[in-house]
């Protein structure tokens, strides 16, 4: 009773045209289907957040190995959604990533305006990346907002599928959110899959403040990415997730991480001296308050061009005021190894991180700098938990500070939606058969005040039946149907 599969992530493990291979020859129809295949790589099991500007965005592609460079919005899934500042004092006007092994120490100056870079990054390292020339400014390539292919989608409508995961060519129906009546019918179709793309896309900016990837122009494979909290911008990198080997790395990206698979983290506008000086990622709360930073001390010296990563190492969870890194941060966990760790979400208004460890979450007060006891948090002792339909791309929340799991427990699974706040409510609704976890399906529509106002959705693939409900209300089964949910249906990342 403890399989934390996750229904969404559904990676073909025969598939023998992966678009991703560097020895396959690529075409110009090859970029939605190396997004996809990036996206099942990642998934619900992303051991860091994905840079996060963009689920569906594919990035510069090195000519050494076609290496695809592209992103979760958010890390999310992604991502994501699917996601450390490098701080030593008067490295303001550093913004461009160097090689592990180069000391980037500057005479202390004023903050500057703009971000900036200086015209080369000197290569001081035998068999490191070359210098590269950037421009004076860092141009922004935020992702403009997807748009919504014309189609009429009822905002209030129930999406429905007997299938676990209908695509290009699925039939879906949409239902009465109150007495689970079909409504219409409809194929799946470009414009319903861009409208369910687009939907899933828009999910991330709620919890995470998106970035922007500035050209640097080191044309080399590995996402560098900025998260800007007014005039103070912090820049980390990362390598492709979903590229897991160090030989099929592009060589030359990987003198700039150490070998634990951290780079170098710059701030411009700002003394970050209480910042790590490297870090795995950073992310930061929708509203740019907060800023996580994920590093760990790495045990072994040298970079992953040596061929090896680091084996036995913790990582540190820090969160820092967005606005003052000159003031020292809070550490919510350490101890958690990098093999565990599958993401961190804030609760949209900032007050909490939800961090994924495998298939369960660990709750910290983010202001006070505490872990909350997860069994009274759930209210359920020696149960698992795992995240509602969505959760791969927005951690567990459905509110401001509202979240929402699925209990599996040794006699019964339950839907819980609880409000973390202090006085919060919860509502609690038990799964009509005992199910394997595995099974069971949840979606919560977002932005709920009241856990005892929410409506949501319940689905038992194992007899093919869901279940409307709104509060505590009575459920209203949906007979024949293996997924319910409030977007539009159609698309699935990694489908």
Same mark, same amino acid.
């Given at each position: 009773?403890?399989?934390?599969t996750d229904?969404?992530?559904?990676?073909?493990?025969?598939?023998?045209?992966?678009p991703l291979?560097?020895?396959?020859?690529q075409? !110009?129809?090859?970029?939605?289907?190396?997004?996809?295949?990036?996206?099942? !790589?990642?998934? #619900?099991?992303?051991?860091?957040?994905?840079?996060?500007?963009?689920?569906?965005?594919?990035r510069?592609?090195?000519?050494?190995?076609?290496? %695809?460079?592209?992103?979760?919005?958010?890390?999310?899934?992604?991502?994501?959604v699917?996601i450390?500042?490098?701080?030593?004092?008067?490295?303001?006007?550093?913004s461009s990533?160097?090689?592990?092994t180069?000391?980037?120490?500057?005479?202390?100056?004023?903050?500057? =305006?703009?971000?900036?870079?200086?015209?080369?990054?000197?290569?001081?390292?035998?068999?490191?990346?070359?210098?590269?020339?950037?421009?004076?400014?860092v141009?922004?390539t935020?992702?403009?907002? %997807?748009?919504?292919?014309?189609i009429?989608?009822?905002?209030?409508?129930i999406?429905?599928?007997? =299938?676990?995961?209908?695509?290009?060519?699925?039939?879906?129906?949409?239902?009465?959110?109150?007495?689970?009546?079909?409504?219409?019918?409809?194929?799946v179709?470009?414009?319903?899959?861009?409208?369910?793309?687009?939907a899933?896309?828009a999910?991330?900016?709620?919890?995470?403040?998106?970035?922007?990837?500035?050209?640097?122009?080191?044309g080399?494979?590995?996402?560098?990415?900025?998260l800007?909290?007014?005039?103070?911008v912090y820049?980390?990198?990362?390598?492709?997730?979903?590229?897991?080997s160090?030989?099929?790395?592009?060589?030359?990206? @990987?003198?700039?991480?150490? &070998?634990?698979?951290?780079?170098e983290?710059?701030?411009t506008?700002?003394?970050?001296?209480?910042?790590?000086?490297?870090?795995?990622?950073?992310?930061?709360?929708?509203?740019?308050s907060?800023?996580?930073?994920?590093?760990?001390d790495?045990?072994?010296?040298?970079?992953? !061009?040596?061929?090896?990563?680091a084996?036995?190492?913790?990582?540190?969870?820090?969160?820092f005021?967005?606005a003052?890194?000159? @003031?020292?941060g809070?550490?919510?966990?350490?101890?958690? %190894?990098?093999?565990?760790y599958?993401?961190a979400?804030?609760?949209?208004?900032?007050?909490f991180?939800?961090?994924? *460890?495998?298939?369960e979450?660990?709750y910290?007060?983010?202001?006070?700098g505490?872990?909350?006891?997860?069994?009274?948090?759930?209210g359920?002792?020696?149960?698992?938990?795992?995240?509602t339909?969505?959760?791969?791309?927005?951690?567990?929340?459905?509110?401001d500070s509202?979240?929402?799991?699925?209990?599996?427990?040794s006699?019964?699974s339950?839907?819980?939606v609880?409000d973390?706040?202090?006085?919060?409510?919860? @509502?609690?609704?038990?799964?009509?058969?005992?199910?394997?976890?595995f099974?069971?399906?949840?979606?919560?529509? &977002?932005?709920?005040?009241?856990?005892l106002?929410?409506?949501?959705?319940?689905?038992?693939?194992? *007899?093919g039946?869901?279940?409307?409900g709104?509060?505590?209300?009575?459920?209203v089964?949906?007979?024949?149907?293996?997924?319910? #949910?409030?977007?539009p249906?159609?698309f699935?990342?990694?489908?």
């Amino acid at each position: 009773m403890n399989d934390h599969t996750d229904p969404n992530d559904h990676t073909d493990p025969n598939d023998s045209t992966d678009p991703l291979d560097p020895t396959r020859p690529q075409t !110009a129809g090859d970029a939605d289907a190396r997004i996809d295949a990036l996206a099942r !790589a990642a998934g #619900s099991e992303l051991r860091r957040p994905a840079p996060p500007d963009g689920i569906g965005r594919a990035r510069r592609t090195t000519q050494r190995r076609q290496v %695809t460079r592209a992103a979760l919005s958010g890390t999310a899934v992604l991502a994501v959604v699917a996601i450390g500042v490098i701080a030593l004092t008067g490295r303001d006007d550093r913004s461009s990533v160097v090689p592990a092994t180069v000391d980037t120490t500057v005479d202390s100056t004023d903050a500057p =305006e703009t971000t900036s870079t200086p015209d080369t990054v000197e290569d001081t390292t035998p068999g490191t990346a070359p210098a590269s020339t950037t421009p004076d400014t860092v141009a922004s390539t935020s992702v403009p907002a %997807t748009s919504v292919p014309t189609i009429d989608i009822d905002p209030d409508a129930i999406w429905a599928s007997t =299938e676990r995961f209908p695509t290009f060519g699925s039939q879906v129906t949409t239902i009465d959110p109150t007495t689970g009546a079909v409504t219409g019918t409809l194929v799946v179709d470009d414009a319903l899959t861009g409208a369910s793309r687009a939907a899933q896309d828009a999910l991330v900016p709620r919890v995470q403040a998106p970035g922007t990837y500035p050209d640097d122009g080191l044309g080399i494979g590995l996402f560098r990415y900025e998260l800007a909290a007014g005039d103070i911008v912090y820049g980390n990198a990362l390598l492709p997730t979903e590229i897991p080997s160090l030989d099929l790395q592009d060589p030359a990206a @990987l003198p700039f991480f150490d &070998r634990c698979e951290q780079a170098e983290l710059t701030v411009t506008g700002a003394d970050g001296a209480d910042l790590p000086a490297r870090a795995r990622s950073i992310s930061m709360s929708a509203d740019r308050s907060r800023l996580l930073v994920v590093s760990s001390d790495c045990p072994d010296a040298g970079t992953l !061009a040596d061929g090896a990563r680091a084996s036995d190492y913790d990582l540190t969870f820090q969160v820092f005021d967005a606005a003052r890194p000159d @003031l020292p941060g809070r550490t919510l966990a350490s101890g958690v %190894t990098p093999s565990e760790y599958l993401g961190a979400f804030f609760s949209p208004d900032a007050r909490f991180l939800a961090v994924q *460890i495998f298939g369960e979450y660990r709750y910290f007060d983010v202001g006070a700098g505490t872990e909350l006891d997860r069994d009274v948090v759930l209210g359920a002792v020696g149960c698992t938990s795992s995240g509602t339909m969505w959760s791969r791309f927005i951690g567990p929340w459905v509110g401001d500070s509202t979240l929402a799991v699925v209990l599996e427990c040794s006699d019964r699974s339950d839907l819980l939606v609880l409000d973390l706040a202090p006085g919060g409510s919860e @509502l609690r609704v038990q799964f009509p058969f005992l199910t394997e976890a595995f099974a069971l399906s949840a979606d919560v529509r &977002r932005d709920v005040d009241d856990p005892l106002d929410a409506r949501f959705t319940m689905c038992d693939a194992t *007899i093919g039946s869901c279940w409307i409900g709104n509060g505590d209300t009575a459920l209203v089964e949906v007979p024949g149907m293996y997924q319910l #949910s409030f977007l539009p249906l159609g698309f699935n990342y990694g489908g």
